[in-house]
């Protein structure tokens, strides 16, 4: 499943951009609603950091595998976003329910945003 994705800024189509696709697998199936409880919390921060462009969500509950996407103006604010907040705290909580975990960065023009998925997926795939 797919949610929409949610453009947070106007992007300039020649200006270029941060992408990241998260990997993200829980362990239990026991924790899936705290996952989704903290993600809502993670939406809340995203709407209010200054530099998210936008991002998604791929979720597939059977078989405990989320994905994120999103694009940043820049590293940097990615890393406001990282380090403040809530999302540091949601990491702390989950990292013993988590199982595998990636991150894909790259750079993308603001006339490809919103990404593809099929795009993201296969730059990850590339780089494992």
Known sequence: MDLPWKMLAPVNSGQQYLALLSYLS?????KIPIFFWFTLQINRQLRATPGTIGYSMR????SRRFWT???WESDRALM???GNGRHGNVMKDLTPHMGATTFTRWKLLGSGVP????DAVRRSVQES
């Open 59 to 62: 979720a597939n509950v059977f």
């Open 80 to 82: 406001d976003f990282v």
């Open 26 to 30: 829980l362990r239990s199936y026991g």
């Open 115 to 118: 990404p593809r998925w099929e």
């Open 69 to 71: 996407l999103s694009v």
